[in-house]
């Protein structure tokens, strides 16, 4: 019995060591058969197809997500320095007016200052010309009371005569002197005698008619007036027509 069971037991594991190898075998036998290579040829690019075009797909959808990320961002890259450009123009515009006005604000007070200089170097001498007409009208209201047929006569008189008429003459030459002297510091004397009268001008201290005469004319100046450097510094006092 016990050789009996040695004996089994030994043949079992025979057949169990010849049985992988007999397996092992007809797997070799199989894959080196050409139907075999046939169908594992058939079936394999297929499969590797599959993958690589997975793959692909794959790769193009993160590229083209990437392309549209990188897309967007551009865009609003673009845009942000798009404002940005407009903010600078706008604000160089403001600029641009502000340096303007300020120029055209310099240029106008250069304007007025150099008039109001000008008119002070004008009229500064003003007060002084309105004391210095008084005596130019005293001068004047001297020698108009000798009228020129009296100092004519005069010449052919006795030696007195000759003397007054001489001096008549020398008064007549100091207001000349005088009148053209303050003429170069822009005093005039004015005698409207024969103008239109002028309200900004003259003053008129009396109306009457005279048919010989223009209505609204200066026919008689009881005070001559005087002008400095264009301005009027003393209205002349006349007698005015008014024939209507």
């Given at each position: 019995?016990?050789?009996?069971?040695?004996?089994?037991?030994?043949?079992?594991?025979?057949?169990?060591?010849?049985?992988?190898?007999?397996?092992?075998?007809?797997?070799?036998?199989f894959q080196t058969s050409?139907?075999?290579?046939?169908?594992?040829?058939?079936?394999?690019?297929?499969?590797?197809?599959?993958?690589?075009?997975?793959?692909?797909?794959?790769?193009?959808?993160?590229?083209?997500?990437?392309?549209?990320?990188?897309?967007?961002?551009?865009?609003?890259?673009?845009e942000a320095l798009k404002?940005?450009?407009?903010?600078?123009?706008?604000?160089?515009?403001?600029?641009?007016?502000?340096?303007l006005r300020s120029v055209?604000?310099?240029?106008?007070?250069?304007?007025?200052?150099?008039?109001?200089?000008?008119?002070?170097?004008?009229?500064?001498?003003?007060?002084?010309?309105?004391?210095?007409?008084?005596?130019?009208?005293?001068?004047?209201?001297?020698?108009?009371?000798?009228?020129?047929?009296?100092?004519?006569?005069?010449?052919?008189?006795?030696?007195?005569?000759?003397?007054?008429?001489?001096?008549?003459?020398?008064?007549?030459?100091?207001?000349?002197?005088?009148?053209?002297?303050?003429?170069?510091?822009?005093?005039?004397?004015?005698?409207?005698?024969?103008?239109?009268?002028?309200?900004?001008?003259?003053?008129?201290?009396?109306?009457?008619?005279?048919?010989?005469?223009?209505?609204?004319?200066?026919?008689?100046?009881?005070?001559?007036?005087?002008?400095?450097?264009?301005?009027?510094?003393?209205?002349?006092?006349?007698?005015?027509?008014?024939?209507?």
């Amino acid at each position: 019995m016990l050789q009996r069971a040695l004996v089994s037991g030994t043949r079992a594991a025979r057949s169990a060591a010849k049985a992988p190898a007999s397996q092992a075998l007809l797997r070799s036998q199989f894959q080196t058969s050409p139907a075999f290579r046939i169908r594992a040829a058939r079936v394999t690019p297929t499969v590797a197809a599959r993958w690589y075009s997975a793959e692909g797909e794959a790769k193009d959808v993160k590229e083209s997500e990437a392309a549209e990320k990188k897309e967007g961002n551009g865009t609003s890259e673009l845009e942000a320095l798009k404002k940005k450009l407009e903010a600078k123009e706008k604000e160089a515009l403001d600029w641009k007016d502000k340096c303007l006005r300020s120029v055209a604000d310099f240029r106008n007070l250069q304007d007025r200052t150099a008039r109001e200089m000008k008119g002070a170097r004008d009229f500064a001498i003003q007060a002084f010309a309105k004391d210095l007409v008084d005596s130019v009208d005293n001068l004047d209201r001297a020698l108009s009371m000798v009228p020129e047929d009296k100092t004519k006569a005069a010449e052919d008189a006795h030696e007195t005569a000759k003397d007054l008429a001489q001096l008549y003459e020398g008064l007549k030459m100091t207001e000349g002197i005088l009148l053209n002297t303050l003429k170069k510091h822009g005093l005039e004397r004015v005698d409207p005698t024969g103008d239109k009268f002028d309200p900004n001008e003259h003053e008129a201290t009396f109306m009457t008619p005279q048919p010989d005469k223009d209505d609204g004319h200066v026919f008689f100046v009881q005070q001559k007036g005087f002008k400095l450097n264009g301005r009027v510094l003393r209205a002349a006092k006349v007698g005015v027509v008014k024939n209507k």
